[in-house]
């Protein structure tokens, strides 16, 4: 190939005067890029010189929610420690025992030093066994009732009302919580002087506002009210004479049988029995603890 330099002279060159490259690598064995083109605008941002992301990939599923178009945080960093603890206390519920799921009451229920509590709704809580005639002390000292929690959560009884007779009511009342434990028993009677009572621990005593009729001329009745007056927790009515079938013995109280813990099934007198062994003064019952009938 000849050419004509700047001075008129002719210019001999060849193509062997410009460098050859071969690609000599193996051929891209690779699948075709079949995808759609690109059409969005230019990236033209400050070109990213951080640290490489050398992280494992990230193989979980796609996002796809709707993009997040409120507001940027333009607010500073938060450096303080982690906040690892529950979140707040909305109404009923509270940070409780651990035993709990995550720490937490169910609804309707309430943390009392640690434990979750609720108050007795309808038959959640059984009356178990009556001692209406006790022989070891009088009458006004040595009347008692039992209850039985059906559930595994305890129960306070503040508020609970108890009606006798149709007509006698309380309501029970302390400063501080009164539990029935989760499967447990609790006595509610008219004295809670144990050396004086015939030798009962009871939960609650409610003096002369009720009494436990032992007549034979007439059936009594004991009643649980919820806070509200009119709901029935449970509902007994029992009688005095043989013919009732109901267990009529001095100094023995009435037993509901250990096999039925049930707000329905107490109603009919073939579901008690005499109560024992002895006990504290010399009557037969179990106040506190499971029946045993006898």
């Given at each position: ?24 690598g193996p051929p ?39 993009v997040d178009t ?225």
């Open positions: 190939m000849t050419g004509t330099g700047a001075d008129g002279r002719a210019d001999a060159r060849t193509s062997s005067d410009v460098p050859v490259v071969i690609d000599t891209d064995a690779g699948p075709l890029d079949t995808g759609p083109l690109d059409t969005g605008p230019r990236d033209t941002g400050p070109l990213d010189t951080g640290p490489r992301d050398t992280g494992p990939l990230d193989t979980g599923p796609r996002d796809t929610g709707p409120g507001p940027r945080d333009t607010g500073p960093v938060d450096t303080g420690p982690r906040d690892t603890g529950p979140p707040p206390c909305v109404g009923p519920q509270c940070p409780c025992a651990p035993t709990t799921p995550a720490g937490w009451c169910a609804i309707g229920a309430a943390c009392m030093g640690g434990t979750c509590v609720v108050g007795p709704t309808a038959g959640s809580l059984v009356i178990t066994e009556i001692m209406n005639d006790p022989d070891a002390v009088t009458d006004t000292l040595g009347e008692w009732f039992e209850v039985y929690n059906r559930s595994a959560t305890p129960v306070d009884l503040r508020g609970m009302r108890v009606r006798g007779n149709g007509t006698e009511t309380f309501e029970v009342t302390a400063s501080g919580p009164l539990l029935v434990p989760g499967r447990g028993y609790a006595v509610l009677g008219k004295n809670g002087d144990m050396v004086i009572n015939g030798g009962v621990t009871m939960l609650f005593a409610y003096g002369s506002a009720m009494d436990l009729s032992n007549s034979t001329s007439s059936p009594d009745s004991l009643t649980l009210l919820a806070s509200d007056g009119s709901t029935v927790i449970d509902s007994v009515s029992y009688a005095n004479t043989v013919a009732s079938g109901w267990p009529v013995i001095s100094g023995r109280s009435k037993s509901l049988r250990p096999a039925i813990l049930d707000a329905l099934m107490n109603d009919t007198s073939s579901a008690w029995c005499p109560g024992g062994p002895a006990f504290g003064r010399g009557d037969f019952g179990t106040p506190g603890a499971a029946n045993v009938c006898q």
